[in-house]
């Protein structure tokens, strides 16, 4: 088989099974291969034989480009800051959301914990207050009896 045998049977085989861009670059590929191994000391006849039929090297071609293709539906695009934005994107924001809830949930319950201090002192400081006014009057006039 010649190489133009070769490429007209793997074009064939390509052709509206993988998009044209990957026709041409796989076509572009294997005659730029063959032409170099042939420039290495080897017969066109001989590299086309390494490289084997060429419909089952297209069958590799394009369940290669399916795998791709599926891949990258598969995969949540990157915005253009490389955050998420298919369903990978709703968990992140969900994510967010708890993260949130849970600051917002302790910002309350530490405003919660100083009003009921603040409470219990308001409620206890007309008690101590006297009680501290008193306790200092006795140890001021205690440690003027000592001098």
Same mark, same amino acid.
């Given at each position: 088989?010649?190489?133009?045998?070769?490429?007209?049977?793997?074009?064939?085989?390509?052709?509206?099974?993988?998009?044209?861009?990957?026709?041409?670059?796989?076509?572009?590929?294997?005659?730029?291969?063959?032409?170099?191994?042939?420039?290495?000391?080897?017969?066109?006849?001989?590299?086309?034989?390494?490289?084997?039929?060429?419909?089952?090297?297209?069958?590799?071609?394009?369940?290669?480009?399916?795998?791709?293709?599926?891949?990258?539906?598969?995969?949540?695009?990157?915005?253009?800051?490389?955050?998420?934005?298919?369903?990978?994107?709703?968990?992140?924001?969900? /994510?967010?959301?708890? %993260?949130? +809830?849970?600051? #917002?949930?302790? =910002?309350? $319950?530490?405003?919660? !914990?100083?009003?009921?201090?603040?409470?219990?002192?308001? /409620?206890?400081?007309? %008690?101590? +207050?006297?009680? #501290?006014?008193? =306790?200092? $009057?006795?140890?001021? !006039?205690?440690?003027?009896?000592?001098?």
């Amino acid at each position: 088989m010649s190489r133009e045998e070769f490429l007209t049977e793997l074009r064939k085989a390509l052709q509206g099974r993988v998009s044209q861009q990957t026709v041409n670059d796989n076509l572009r590929y294997y005659e730029d291969y063959i032409l170099a191994e042939s420039h290495k000391g080897k017969t066109e006849v001989e590299v086309i034989a390494e490289l084997g039929n060429p419909r089952l090297l297209a069958k590799s071609i394009i369940d290669a480009e399916n795998a791709t293709t599926e891949k990258a539906t598969a995969e949540p695009r990157k915005g253009m800051e490389g955050q998420d934005t298919a369903s990978e994107e709703f968990s992140f924001k969900k /994510f967010k959301i708890r %993260i949130w +809830l849970i600051l #917002a949930a302790a =910002f309350l $319950l530490v405003l919660f !914990i100083i009003i009921l201090l603040a409470q219990v002192v308001a /409620f206890l400081l007309p %008690i101590l +207050l006297p009680v #501290a006014i008193i =306790f200092f $009057l006795f140890a001021a !006039i205690s440690m003027n009896r000592r001098l």
